[in-house]
């Protein structure tokens, strides 16, 4: 009896001891994954198997040369701890290689699991530089510096930046699914490309048995409304292409309208930093047409001085309203946010909580506020114009 009794207690004593280590090894590990945040929810890329969150962290404000290292390392270390798993880089002449060395060496640097996050990065190319056009050659050799500067085994999804018409489908479509097949990028897809650039170039890769792109990448605003609304649930429900929307605040012109703190000039300077290439960057619009009557500057301060009233009785500001707004479009799969201080990544990432605010008359009294929502053009018959 006396040695059963020691039996016993020594068994108790291993099974303690396991208990002991199973939660501190527990608790270590919870400290080194990222936890979810409320409103946070993972979503498929298009119709592919790669699930992300639906906020990914961008490049145009958070890999900026006025930013040190330190606050750049503390925001996307935000970002990761918050449950983010995507974070976005821009291929182009200027920011490019500075944005993938630094991200290169915060992932390394943060040695976390690579299963746990996704990088997309773009190939982009414009007609003033060496790069023209979308060749064979120059897709694979941007993929490969990309990969070099990332100091990553491969690039999760890579995007192409505007459609070439100088080169082939066929030489592009061959290109990627070479990439793909190399191991170099797991997934590609478009940017700002239109609805039938990309029916075009899904129907080039089933023609010749190549991997399909599995997202557009599209702005998507409260004053940008028509290929978001209109095409991209088509391209989704009839090719499987995902939407991953950028510029929310429309490229910050939206708070700078509300609160009327800056000029026009600077306005036309944020828009030119942070626009993704060079062809592009142009001052914003004077006017956006909507479906009554053009929407000048001073009728967009009308309109956003209303939704800020809106915000205000919800208990929020502009900018996480302007959000919420973007995702509670259930075609949005991810929503891309940039940020230059943890404070302003935390301040966007609560505009996830107010979707549960943003009930059906909450979007009918912005409906009637905006009066831009986008209308189909009517279908013409090629009878009745003979």
């Keep these: 009896m006396a040695d059963l ?7 108790c004593a ?4 396991a208990a002991v280590k199973e939660s501190v090894d527990r608790v270590s590990s919870a400290a080194q994954s990222p936890s979810l945040t409320s ?29 040190n290292e330190e606050q750049l390392d503390a925001v996307v270390t935000a ?3 918050a449950g983010i798993n995507l974070f976005d880089l821009t291929e182009g002449p200027q920011s490019s290689e500075q944005a993938e060395t630094q991200l290169g060496a915060i992932l390394k640097r943060k040695n976390w699991k690579r299963v746990s996050y996704s990088v997309i990065t773009k190939i982009h190319w414009h007609y003033k530089s060496e790069e023209r056009g979308l060749s064979r050659k120059h897709i694979i050799e ?11 085994d491969y690039i999760d999804i890579v995007l192409i930046q505007k459609a070439d018409p100088m080169c082939p489908l066929e030489e592009v479509v061959r290109a990627m699914d ?29 023609q010749l048995n190549c991997s399909t792109p599995i ?32 510029s929310p605040l429309a490229m910050g012109l939206l708070p700078s309208f509300k609160d009327s703190l800056r000029s026009r000039s600077s306005n036309r300077t944020k828009a030119s930093s942070i626009s993704w290439n060079q062809d592009d960057r142009k001052p914003p619009s004077k006017e956006v047409q909507t479906n009554n009557e053009p929407l000048t500057a001073r009728n967009t301060k009308e309109i956003l001085f209303s939704i800020s009233l809106i915000a205000d009785r919800l208990g929020c500001s502009l900018v996480q309203l302007c959000i919420a707004w973007t995702l ?39 409906e009637r506020i905006l009066d831009n929502k986008p209308v189909r053009p009517p279908m013409v018959s090629t009878l009745a114009m003979r």
């Design 39 to 67: 409103g946070l929810r993972y979503r498929n890329l298009g119709k592919s198997g790669l699930r992300v969150s639906n906020i990914g962290l961008a490049t145009w404000t958070t890999y900026n040369t006025a930013i």
């Design 178 to 206: 070479f990439l793909v097949s190399e191991g170099l990028i797991m997934y590609w897809g478009t940017a700002k490309w239109s609805p039938i650039d990309v029916t075009e170039m899904y129907t080039a890769c089933r």
């Design 328 to 366: 509670k479009n259930e075609s949005v799969q991810c929503l891309l946010l940039g940020a230059a201080t943890t404070h302003q990544f935390y301040h966007a990432l609560h505009g996830l909580q107010l979707l549960p605010k943003l009930n059906s008359n909450v979007m009918a009294e912005l």
């Design 5 to 11: 009794g020691s039996t016993t207690e020594q068994l």
């Design 142 to 152: 941007s993929v490969r510096s990309s990969v070099a500067r990332l100091e990553l």
């Design 215 to 246: 997202l557009e990448q599209s702005e998507y605003h409260m004053l940008c409304r028509e290929k978001v609304e209109i095409y991209m649930p088509e391209l989704y429900n009839k090719i499987g292409v995902g939407l991953m929307a950028w």
């Design 14 to 17: 291993k099974l303690q001891a």
């Design 79 to 81: 970002a990761y701890n």
